[in-house]
């Protein structure tokens, strides 16, 4: 990965973290890495949780692209199950009730009990809507405001906990978490302070050092209704068991090697192909880009060669990571399209009615009709944005939770580059056609 360019992972700090950052890899105030500059502040949406129903995109949190739903790794599971006829590795992912319950409704302490108390560490706990990969090399940065976060990132700072806290994925509709999260090292703070000095929020640079597996929620109550209401800074704190992601396996053996390095080539020769495509300005792929963002991917999309996706298990993760961070770059240019829409149709609608225009705009404000209009594109481009198969944050949950080695990771991955190639080249095809038939009927 020579030449390839730090990205910082850019994180806000609250509650399902559906939107209200843009995603940057140069400045702050987002929540993952894409290669966009952040969109201005009035584009800002707060993701409202979808309430659990399977399928559904509600209105005001479907805007955002927010993929971080439990109803939609299920969904991913359920289509996985279907297409290889037994379980696949989204189905892999389990969830667990910040009140101390896990998935299947039994109290997590009951699967603590399972390791060994030596191998427990107890450690701060970061919910967060995204997802953070264990790549050792990128700093990744979380911008902390809510007490409590801002109180954690302090104690970290003083060298509590040996400078370790973990982050894990919150979905968005369920307020669960996942079960996998990523372990991190503070790597430094700063401050944010208004012209009196009182101390608004707190900036901390991080650096990931693993995996790990939550077995228990040690202060559960601490997350409770009426304690975020009271705005308490008492954070989770949580019982935790790390582990290390083997190697390829079989490897050394005879009979498979073969196998193995033509899932990779694979994997080198579908993503060298999709990076040709973005990184042209006038193809097909580019063009769904903004300019801004075509520039930014064409710079800092790297080429990767067969050994960075298996060299070593950090290896792999800084792979994965160029690609979350492309998943990002697609989303985040979607969404800014389709801010643009609805805020173009929102404000014409409100100057429409007559007499001052008062700003800013809510949805309320506007005929209900146009409200339903709006709902009905913002839950569209949601459902779209789902079948294009650049979720960055659910395919990825799916890579920190499998069992195994690199090899179940690798294939996965490679599935999810192949699918968006085989989506440009149809989508070449498709305009090569009507070019055609353009052409024909000018003739």
Request: aromatic share 6%; glycine share 12%.
């Amino acid at each position: 990965m020579a030449g390839a360019s730090l990205l910082l992972i850019l994180c806000e700090d609250g509650g399902c973290g559906g939107g209200r950052g843009r995603s940057c890899p140069f400045a702050g105030g987002a929540k993952a890495a894409a290669f966009v500059p952040p969109l201005p502040a009035w584009r800002h949406l707060r993701c409202r949780p979808c309430g659990g129903d399977d399928g559904a995109l509600r209105a005001g949190g479907a805007g955002d692209l927010h993929t971080g739903y439990e109803w939609l790794a299920r969904q991913k599971a359920d289509a996985e199950e279907a297409a290889a006829g037994g379980p696949g590795i989204t189905g892999e992912i389990s969830w667990m009730d910040l009140a101390g319950e896990d998935a299947d409704g039994t109290t997590s302490a009951a699967s603590a009990s399972a390791s060994s108390p030596a191998a427990l560490e107890e450690l701060p706990l970061y919910p967060l809507g995204a997802v953070h990969l264990p790549s050792v090399t990128a700093v990744q940065i979380l911008n902390n405001s809510e007490p409590r976060n801002v109180r954690m990132a302090q104690d970290l700072e003083a060298s509590l906990h040996g400078g370790l806290f973990v982050t894990v994925l919150r979905a968005a509709d369920t307020g669960r978490i996942a079960t996998v999260g990523t372990l991190m090292r503070l790597d430094g703070t700063e401050e944010t302070r208004n012209y009196g000095g009182e101390l608004l929020g707190i900036r901390v640079r991080c650096r990931a050092e693993g995996l790990v597996r939550v077995e228990g929620i040690l202060n559960p109550e601490c997350w409770s209704g009426e304690e975020r209401l009271r705005r308490s800074d008492e954070y989770l704190m949580a019982r935790v068991s790390r582990f290390v992601v083997g190697g390829r396996s079989g490897e050394g053996e005879e009979g498979n090697g073969e196998a193995r390095t033509g899932t990779v080539a694979r994997l080198a020769a579908d993503y060298a192909a999709v990076r040709s495509f973005y990184i042209d300005r006038d193809g097909v792929a580019a063009r769904d880009l903004p300019p801004f963002a075509v520039d930014a991917v064409r710079n800092n999309l790297p080429p990767l060669r067969e050994a960075d996706f298996d060299r070593s298990v950090n290896s792999f993760w800084r792979a994965a990571e160029v690609w979350q961070t492309l998943c990002n770059t697609v989303r985040e240019a979607r969404r800014s399209d389709l801010q643009s829409e609805v805020n173009e149709i929102t404000i014409g609608a409100a100057m429409r009615k007559g007499g001052p225009l008062k700003l800013p705009v809510h949805r309320s404000d506007v005929p209900p009709d146009v409200q339903a209009r709006l709902n009905k594109m913002e839950e569209d481009a949601a459902g779209n944005f789902v079948a294009l198969g650049m979720d960055p944050i659910i395919n990825f949950q799916a890579m920190l939770s499998c069992g195994g080695g690199l090899d179940r990771r690798i294939e996965h991955l490679g599935n999810l580059v192949s699918r968006e190639r085989g989506r440009i080249e149809a989508k070449q095809q498709l305009k090569g056609l009507f070019d055609g038939t353009s052409a024909a009927s000018a003739i």
